[in-house]
């Protein structure tokens, strides 16, 4: 809630969104409602004082994905999957794209190939011609889609961004599993304008989360090696097209 709030201070009035767009891990969503349902909850008895959290407007999106996240639990109890079946069975609990069928595609369609992955789905540095893991094919779990925002779900959250009258101050983008607070950008190693507000912010961030007990890093790019550079992200395409204060929350298996 801290590091939020040294978002929000920064932000004035503007809106933020938080938003849940990949990896569909079957107990992550509950987890996105549930910390907002804290915030909600908790943030006058923490800043009693103070007017940031009144003046501020907070927009969650807990599960952007949501044809992606049923397919993660058991169809004939609703409970998680136990099945690890790359998309091909009645579920799969490590399903990462949504559940769109494939293109006409010679070869493709036979194969039961479905889905796009929504966090290479969107319109910066989009595409697989010299994108960082990224697929052009549809049955490849970073398949990118036939064209930036073709999946109905990352352009209904362009559209609500877009719709703000006065843009959006910062996104907050829940993913799992990695243990680690990232900031553009995700598809260089290059070093965005802002470098200096997104690491301060994003370090804070980072310190907050592992007072969980669970120690997170703060990195962008490829997180020094240990991670991957990635095209067409959430994050990046906040940050590029709309200048948003932009952070990729990874958090732990469950």
Same mark, same amino acid.
């Given at each position: 809630?801290? %590091?939020?709030?040294?978002? =929000?201070?920064?932000?004035?009035?503007?809106?933020? +969104? =938080?938003?849940?767009?990949?990896?569909?891990?079957?107990?992550?969503?509950?987890?996105? =409602?549930?910390?907002?349902?804290?915030?909600?909850?908790?943030?006058?008895?923490?800043?009693?004082?103070?007017?940031?959290?009144?003046?501020?407007? =907070?927009?969650?999106?807990?599960?952007?994905?949501?044809?992606?996240?049923?397919?993660?639990?058991?169809?004939?109890?609703?409970?998680?999957?136990?099945?690890?079946?790359?998309?091909?069975?009645?579920?799969?609990?490590?399903?990462?794209?949504?559940?769109?069928?494939?293109?006409?595609?010679? #070869?493709? %369609?036979?194969?039961?190939?479905?889905?796009?992955?929504?966090?290479?789905?969107?319109?910066?540095?989009?595409?697989?011609? #010299?994108? !960082?893991?990224?697929?052009?094919? *549809?049955?490849?779990?970073?398949?990118?889609? !036939?064209?930036?925002?073709? %999946? *109905?779900?990352?352009?209904?959250?362009?559209? +609500?961004? !877009?719709?703000?009258?006065?843009?959006?101050?910062?996104?907050?983008?829940?993913?799992?599993?990695?243990?680690?607070?990232?900031?553009?950008?995700?598809?260089?190693?290059?070093?965005?304008?802002?470098?200096?507000?997104?690491?301060?912010?994003?370090?804070?961030?980072?310190?907050?989360?592992?007072?969980?007990?669970?120690?997170?890093?703060?990195?962008?790019?490829?997180?020094?090696?240990?991670?991957?550079?990635?095209?067409?992200?959430?994050?990046?395409? %906040?940050?590029?097209?709309?200048?948003?204060?932009?952070?990729?929350?990874?958090?732990?298996?469950?």
């Amino acid at each position: 809630l801290d %590091a939020l709030r040294g978002i =929000v201070d920064l932000g004035s009035q503007l809106p933020g +969104l =938080v938003n849940w767009t990949a990896q569909t891990n079957v107990s992550a969503p509950s987890r996105c =409602v549930n910390f907002w349902s804290l915030l909600l909850d908790m943030q006058y008895d923490l800043y009693p004082d103070e007017l940031t959290w009144s003046v501020t407007r =907070v927009m969650v999106v807990p599960v952007v994905n949501p044809d992606g996240y049923v397919f993660t639990r058991a169809p004939e109890t609703g409970r998680p999957c136990t099945a690890y079946l790359s998309g091909l069975g009645e579920c799969d609990r490590l399903w990462r794209k949504n559940r769109s069928p494939s293109p006409p595609m010679s #070869g493709y %369609a036979q194969r039961n190939c479905v889905g796009v992955d929504l966090n290479r789905n969107w319109g910066l540095d989009w595409g697989p011609r #010299g994108g !960082e893991s990224v697929s052009d094919h *549809p049955c490849g779990k970073t398949y990118s889609g !036939e064209s930036s925002f073709s %999946a *109905p779900e990352t352009l209904a959250v362009k559209q +609500l961004v !877009e719709a703000e009258d006065g843009g959006v101050f910062a996104l907050v983008d829940f993913h799992c599993y990695f243990q680690a607070v990232l900031s553009p950008w995700h598809h260089t190693n290059v070093l965005p304008v802002h470098a200096l507000i997104l690491d301060e912010v994003g370090q804070r961030f980072a310190r907050t989360m592992s007072m969980s007990g669970i120690d997170y890093a703060f990195s962008r790019g490829d997180l020094g090696g240990d991670l991957y550079l990635a095209s067409g992200t959430a994050g990046d395409w %906040a940050y590029g097209a709309h200048q948003m204060l932009s952070f990729t929350v990874e958090l732990p298996p469950m």
